[in-house]
């Protein structure tokens, strides 16, 4: 079946650090690829999204691209600022006839000044 | 401006008690979804709906109903049966149909506790 898998966190960053976090994804048919940001007490964000292999999604300064040969979507940063400390998730959507969406554990990324 | 309207932003539940989350879109999207997170913890997928009159169970559907009169509306009913209703319920919405590549749109939450 289709899953999506995140680095553990919490990934712990000063202020100007480079971010990586980790994502890879198994999925049949062709997926679209997303990261969602969620700030405390509030819901889930859409940051970036890519849906189709090699398509680089960017936004805030946040990039992931597509890599179907790794099935990876990494999401990063090249420098993080403390506002940035949130949850982040890593999601997919198919063409699989349902209209589901396969989301990742978060990854809760804090960023100290 | 379009969104997801969620209401109440808290509420509390007795023992023995129906409560009824309200999510309202204006986005003109046919499928609609119901999550539940519990702290620390990823989304589970609770019902979702493709169309008017029709819904799915997810993941996570014991204890839980919902309905879908109409396409901008998606209530969720936590019912008695539901043993540990405690959690942050997050509901979203997305094109479907044509649009199944596109992401979805969540609402604010609705944080239910127990009495």
């Known amino acids: 079946g289709n899953s999506v898998t995140q680095m553990e966190g919490p990934v712990t960053l000063s202020e100007e650090a480079f971010l990586t976090i980790n994502c890879t994804y198994t999925?049949?048919?062709?997926?679209?690829l997303f990261w969602y940001v969620q700030y405390p007490g509030e819901g889930l964000q859409l940051l970036l999204k890519?849906?189709?292999?090699?398509d680089k999604g960017s936004n805030k300064g946040f990039e992931a691209t597509y890599r179907k040969e790794t099935t990876s979507f990494h999401l990063e940063k090249g420098s993080v600022q403390v506002s940035d400390s949130a949850v982040y998730f890593c999601?997919?959507?198919?063409?699989?006839?349902?209209?589901?969406?396969?989301f990742g554990t978060g990854t809760r990324l804090k960023v100290l000044a | 401006d379009g969104g997801i309207t969620q209401s109440p932003k808290y509420l509390f539940r007795k023992e023995g008690q129906n409560v009824t989350l309200s999510c309202e879109q204006n986005l003109n999207h046919d499928a609609m979804y119901w999550y539940r997170q519990d702290p620390g913890q990823g989304l589970r997928l609770i019902y979702y709906s493709q169309i008017v009159n029709d819904f799915q169970k997810g993941d996570i559907a014991e204890g839980y109903s919902v309905s879908r009169e109409k396409k901008e509306s998606f209530p969720l009913t936590v019912t008695s049966a539901q043993k540990n209703p405690t959690a942050f319920y997050l509901c979203a919405s997305s094109s479907g149909g044509s649009g199944i590549n596109q992401p979805q749109h969540f609402g604010d939450g609705t944080r239910l506790s127990i009495l």
């Open positions: 999925a049949t048919g062709y997926p679209s």
């Open positions: 999601a997919l959507t198919t063409t699989s006839g349902t209209y589901k969406y396969i």
């Open positions: 890519a849906t189709k292999a090699d």
